[in-house]
């Protein structure tokens, strides 16, 4: 698992104890980690329960070759955010470890408190494209952005760019050049999760 892992591009640690993974836990943040559902000393199910009151961001995905409607519920139950069974596909690990990353930058943005203003903002086509062209192209003034959005009446253009603004989404400049927030460069992430999981 830690050299397929490694190949596709992630960055890997590998304990070879529930004890020693929960211990190295406590120390340093993970975003996946992937456990064994049977293991000696501390079974998986244990060890899940450890590692949440230590790392609760941490999305844990259980390994087992013992697969059970019964143990994939229990795991399911206490925090596991996804269950494979032994023996897998390699791909399909793959597959599993990028969509639960996916989920948890969608965690982020809907834990965000302003959620809702942020998803009414990204509710209009016109908002969208402006926060993806100022994504691609920093500090446009408005004429510069009704052109690239062929959009012929400009104030149209002026009443989305104030809703932006307003939710703190875009910025204007000293010399009337509009540009992405902080927050607007965080939205861009909540942007694309959603039209991924609306295009599924």
Request: glycine letters at 4%; proline letters at 2%.
């Amino acid at each position: 698992l830690t050299e397929v892992l490694t190949g596709a591009g992630y960055r890997t640690e590998s304990a070879a104890s529930a004890k020693e993974v929960i211990a190295r836990s406590a120390a340093e943040e993970f975003d996946i980690i992937l456990l064994d559902f049977m293991m000696p000393k501390i079974n998986g199910i244990d060890s899940l329960l450890a590692l949440r009151r230590v790392q609760p961001k941490a999305k844990v995905i259980m390994i087992t070759a013992f697969a059970t409607v019964e143990n994939a519920v229990e795991a399911m139950k206490k925090g596991a955010s996804d269950y494979i069974s032994k023996p897998f596909k390699i791909e399909a690990l793959l597959t599993t470890i990028r969509r639960v990353l996916e989920e948890a930058k969608f965690e982020v943005c809907a834990n965000n408190p302003d959620f809702d203003r942020t998803l009414g903002s990204l509710a209009n086509p016109i908002r969208r494209n402006i926060i993806k062209l100022l994504n691609i192209r920093e500090n446009m003034r408005l004429m510069e952005i009704t052109r690239e959005l062929g959009i012929d009446d400009h104030t149209k253009v002026v009443f989305h760019l104030r809703l932006l603004r307003e939710a703190g989404i875009i910025e204007q400049n000293e010399e009337k050049s509009y540009s992405l927030s902080k927050e607007g460069i965080k939205t861009i992430d909540c942007l694309r999760m959603l039209e991924n999981y609306l295009s599924l």
